[in-house]
Nanobody
Framework: QVQLVESGGGLVQAGCSLRLSCAAS????????MGWFRQAPGKEREFVAA????????FYASSVKGRFTISRDNAKNTVYLQMNSLKPEDTAVYYC????????????????WGQGTQVTVSS
């Protein structure tokens, strides 16, 4: 089975940057599209960003476009989410997920999920 482990979350002030990492094991990482989702208390899980298996295609939610960057290093079986200009509204638990095939923005399309990492942005 594929295992995904997120790291890099924490408490930061608005306007600061944070980089999340997701380490994958147990599968052929390079064959999976990868995505980042987030979920705040009382809200539905929200799509953030996705990257194709090759890293050649990326897709972002409008709320983070221009601030966040998703990337992957297949040699390290790791996907990253660079978050710049963080806002309090970015506060959520961030989840890494993987799926076969093309990138997607719907949570149900992703088969494997990490445990999540908390990102808190103060005003």
């Amino acid at each position: 089975q594929v295992q995904l482990v997120e790291s890099g979350g924490g408490l930061v002030q608005a306007g600061c940057s944070l980089r999340l990492s997701c380490a994958a094991s147990g599968g052929t990482f390079s064959s999976y599209a990868m995505g980042w989702f987030r979920q705040a208390p009382g809200k539905e899980r929200e799509f953030v960003a996705a990257v194709s298996w090759s890293g050649g295609s990326t897709f972002y939610a409008s709320s983070v476009k221009g601030r966040f960057t998703i990337s992957r290093d297949n040699a390290k079986n790791t996907v990253y989410l660079q978050m710049n200009s963080l806002k309090p509204e970015d506060t959520a638990v961030y989840y890494c997920a993987s799926r076969s095939g093309a990138v997607g923005a719907q949570a149900y399309e992703y088969r494997y999920w990490g445990q999540g990492t908390q990102v808190t942005v103060s005003s």
